[in-house]
């Protein structure tokens, strides 16, 4: 990894993502031990620091960790000083004195790991910031592709739903293209981001006429709280236009598959019967997230890349 | 594992320069041979036997054992192989990545696990891997064959079958393969 965090895929190179691809299958294979716990990390504390609410990504971090020996601190946002008006950066002055070795954060806001990363010592990794970035989401989509249709060299891949607030399609976009996909997003226009300029993407609103070209359609979780904003007529015309629905899938290849970050709304962005299909990898998705978020975790902390500069004239040994 | 890892990462990265030719490769195989009828003497056949190669120098020497055992007893063992990284002393201390990944084909618990490695030098690969072998279950017991023990232990191990005790040098760097076993140094280099 280029320094000691990890913040996001846009600012990683490919010979990182694939490395950490790489490790993850190592981790798959320690998942699948009798007795799933390495000592990698003994000594070591993660804490996590989520202002947005998130289950399997605190989940799959704490298991993660609790899988290489890290010791975990949790601190819960609702239940902390953070109610009594204390600012983001005495919360972070507090935890770094207690002693942690990395923070994982979640905020709403875009940007904030980074501004953590500037406060403290520790590596601190993202794990959702806004509509930014959440790359341990992306590393794990990749490798479930990877795993499922050998690599992501040469594949197309269709990103569908709420592109404009989902940091789970930024993240994606970088990840996927820089493994050598090709990405379509498609989305009605009040879902784009203002401009995709930059993007190395193509953009198409009929999702009939791209479902037979793809390997991979990824749907996005349709938020709610987007319908208050007028974006949509209605939830029920979303399905009706980008709703993968039974006659939809029918469109796909037959090798092609089905990806959702979770939680899904099943009925409106995913038909029920279609996430049940073999050729939903969702469930895939999150057991990898926990080898993923180990391979990530020691890359930082264990595997010592960026210690090799301060290891002078040791002997042989 | 040893000495490939050591030479592969840096800073003790650069190029290998063999002086001396220890063993050549009909050496070498002899010395497979012989290790593999201790280990069929030592267990009385290969009942339980599973050999464990440790990545990334001892897994060639593991599989050759296998194929001798196959041609002595007509049956080969279980063969598996083992990567330690993420069970070393030394992360944090140093690069430490897996060169591969780990292969167990069976349940450890109640057989006789032969880890195979090129060379012992300080034992802690060892100690690493005796470790590891623990996450498949709970062995009857554990043996220990290298190709090449060069001393400087740092730990209380020792190996139940040796291809050849060498006496080295600290600085000195073994190379074992089966082409043959040599004796160099890093040279200065640094790639």
């Known amino acids: 990894m280029s320094a000691r965090h990890l913040l996001g895929i846009a600012e990683l190179e490919v010979a990182d993502i694939e490395r950490l691809l790489r490790l993850t299958d190592s981790f ?19 804490t996590w620091l989520f202002y947005e609410s998130s289950t399997r990504t605190r989940l799959s971090f704490e298991q993660a960790a609790k899988r290489l020996s890290a010791d975990t601190l949790n601190f819960s946002v609702p239940t902390s000083s953070v109610n009594k008006g204390e600012s983001l950066r005495d919360t972070v002055a507090t935890i770094e004195a207690m002693g942690v070795d990395a923070i994982v954060v979640r905020h709403a806001s875009s940007g904030v790991p ?21 790359p341990t989401q992306a590393l794990l989509d990749c490798y479930t592709i990877r795993d499922h249709l050998g690599g992501l060299d040469g594949l197309h891949i269709a990103i569908v739903g709420d592109i404009n607030h989902s940091r789970v399609a930024r993240s994606d976009v970088w990840a996927f293209t820089k493994l050598g996909a090709e990405v379509t997003l498609v989305a009605p226009p009040t879902l784009l981001p203002p401009s995709v300029e930059g993007w190395p993407v193509r953009v198409d609103h009929d999702l009939d006429a791209v479902l037979p070209t793809v390997d991979v359609v990824y ?29 939809r899938v029918d469109l796909l290849r037959d090798k092609a598959i089905v990806m959702h970050p979770g939680p899904m709304n099943r009925g409106v962005e995913i038909a029920a019967d279609v996430a049940d299909l073999p050729r939903s990898v969702v469930i895939d998705q999150v057991r990898n997230g926990v080898a993923v978020r180990m391979a990530v975790l020691y890359d930082l902390l264990g595997s010592g890349a960026d210690l090799s500069r301060d290891l002078p004239g040791r002997d042989a040994r | 594992m040893a000495e490939r890892e050591r030479r592969s990462t840096p800073p003790f990265g650069g190029v290998f320069v063999a002086r001396t030719q220890v063993l050549d490769a009909d050496d070498v195989r002899r010395a497979i041979w012989r290790m593999a009828h201790e280990v069929l003497e030592r267990n009385h056949g290969l009942d339980d036997v599973v050999l464990v190669g440790l990545q990334t120098g001892g897994v060639t020497f593991a599989e050759a054992m296998a194929e001798a055992l196959a041609k002595i007893d007509g049956e080969a063992p279980p063969l598996g192989t083992l990567d330690v990284a993420f069970h070393r ?22 057989r006789v696990v032969v880890l195979v490695d090129d060379v012992i030098f300080t034992g802690r690969t060892i100690r690493a891997a005796l470790d590891a072998v623990h996450s498949y279950g709970r062995p009857r017991a ?47 280099e640094h790639r």
């Not at chain 1, 501004?115 to 970035?133: C, K, L, P, Y």
């Not at chain 2, 992360?91 to 084909?105: D, F, K, N, Q, Y």
């Not at chain 2, 209380?156 to 073994?174: A, H, Q």
Request: hydrophobic share 40%; with cysteine; glycine share 8%.
């Open chain 2, 142 to 188: 554990v043996q220990l064959a290298v190709m090449v023990d060069r001393g400087h232990r740092e730990l209380p191990i020792r190996p139940d079958f040796v291809g050849k005790n060498l006496p080295t040098r600290r600085d000195e760097v073994v190379n074992a393969t089966l082409e043959g076993v040599e004796i160099g140094e890093m040279s200065k």
């Open chain 1, 219 to 247: 749907l996005l979780r349709m938020q709610r709280e987007r319908m208050l904003e007028a974006l949509l007529p209605s939830l029920r015309e979303y399905t009706a236009c980008y709703g993968l629905t039974r006659r």
């Open chain 1, 114 to 134: 980074h501004q953590v990363a500037r406060w403290v010592s520790g590596s601190v990794i993202n794990a959702g910031d806004g509509w930014h970035e959440h």
């Open chain 1, 28 to 46: 798959v294979e320690v998942g699948r031990r009798r007795m799933p716990k390495v000592p990698a990390l003994q000594g070591r504390t993660v």
């Open chain 2, 89 to 110: 002393d030394d992360i944090g201390l140093r690069p430490v990545l897996p060169s591969a990944v780990t292969e167990i084909p069976v349940d450890l618990t109640g």
